[in-house]
């Protein structure tokens, strides 16, 4: 019987889950996003992390200037940076990675954060 359940909670952790009405949860000394029982690990002071403290200081749907994140993952004004439009990139390309991670590791289809314009949001 015991064998049984966990047959059940290794299948049922394997299984992608939707994020919509879940707790998610950034714990940024760790640099851990968990879903429930699920944690996707970030890398601690790189780009992600740094995209992930700024995003989980907000409600979801709430757009955050590009330019803000910039500065929390280089320490620098966008206006600081030679090239904008590669500033720019680089936020875009974090995004992208990091919801490419949480795909991976919380086993979802759905992205946590979107980029529109110079914006970016946490979806949930």
Same mark, same amino acid.
């Given at each position: 019987?015991?064998?049984?359940?966990?047959?059940?909670?290794?299948?049922?952790?394997?299984?992608?889950?939707?994020?919509?009405?879940?707790?998610?949860?950034? %714990?940024?000394? !760790?640099?851990?996003? $968990?879903?429930?029982?699920? +944690?996707?690990?970030?890398? &601690?002071?790189? #780009?992600?992390?740094?995209?992930?403290?700024?995003?989980?200081?907000?409600?979801?749907?709430?757009?955050?200037?590009?330019?803000?994140?910039?500065?929390?993952?280089?320490?620098?004004?966008? %206006?600081?940076? !030679?090239?904008?439009? $590669?500033?720019?990139?680089? +936020?875009?390309?974090?995004? &992208?990675?990091? #919801?490419?991670?949480?795909?991976?590791?919380?086993?979802?289809?759905?992205?946590?954060?979107?980029?529109?314009?110079?914006?970016?949001?946490?979806?949930?």
């Amino acid at each position: 019987r015991t064998k049984v359940i966990v047959e059940r909670k290794k299948e049922e952790a394997q299984r992608p889950i939707s994020l919509k009405g879940k707790i998610i949860e950034f %714990d940024d000394k !760790k640099g851990l996003i $968990r879903v429930g029982e699920r +944690v996707c690990r970030l890398p &601690l002071h790189k #780009n992600e992390h740094s995209l992930a403290r700024i995003m989980f200081q907000t409600q979801p749907h709430t757009p955050i200037q590009a330019a803000d994140v910039y500065k929390e993952i280089s320490g620098n004004s966008i %206006d600081q940076a !030679k090239n904008k439009k $590669r500033a720019l990139k680089i +936020v875009e390309d974090t995004m &992208l990675r990091l #919801n490419k991670r949480i795909k991976k590791e919380i086993n979802t289809h759905d992205r946590l954060f979107a980029w529109e314009g110079k914006l970016v949001q946490k979806d949930y």
